[in-house]
């Protein structure tokens, strides 16, 4: 059984940072396309940043126009985490953020493709 479990979220002002994490356990987690999303009150659920290991040092990742120069996706094979540094937060960053998993060989922006999920972490910018 493969679970995720996100930690990180919080309150913060517009401008500072906060930093989630996502640790994986079950499956093997280097073989994962790890996503993070995320989903404000009545929004549809948005892919945010995607992270995919080809092995070595290489690591693919996408990012939503959105979040592209503030946000920073990056995984750590060893503690079969994810994590996602966001900076520079704006008030339209509140959301529920949400880590997900795939086994599929690229970078997906659609949730469906997504197989695992977890239960998300409530991200909140005051402005």
């Known amino acids: 059984q493969v679970q995720l479990v996100e930690s990180g979220g919080g309150l913060e002002q517009a401008g500072g940072s906060l930093r989630l994490s996502c640790v994986v356990s079950g499956g093997t987690f280097s073989r994962y396309i790890m996503g993070w999303f995320r989903q404000a009150p009545a929004k549809k659920r948005e892919f945010v940043a995607g992270i995919r290991w080809s092995g070595g040092r290489t690591y693919y990742a996408d990012y939503a126009e959105s979040v592209k120069g503030r946000f920073t996706i990056s995984r750590d094979n060893a503690k079969n985490t994810v994590y996602l540094q966001m900076n520079s937060l704006k008030p339209e960053d509140t959301a529920v953020y949400y880590c997900?998993?795939?086994?599929?060989?690229?970078?997906?922006?659609?949730?469906?493709?997504?197989?695992?999920w977890g239960q998300g972490t409530q991200v909140t910018v005051s402005s």
């Open positions: 997900a998993a795939d086994r599929g060989s690229f970078i997906a922006t659609e949730s469906g493709s997504y197989e695992y």
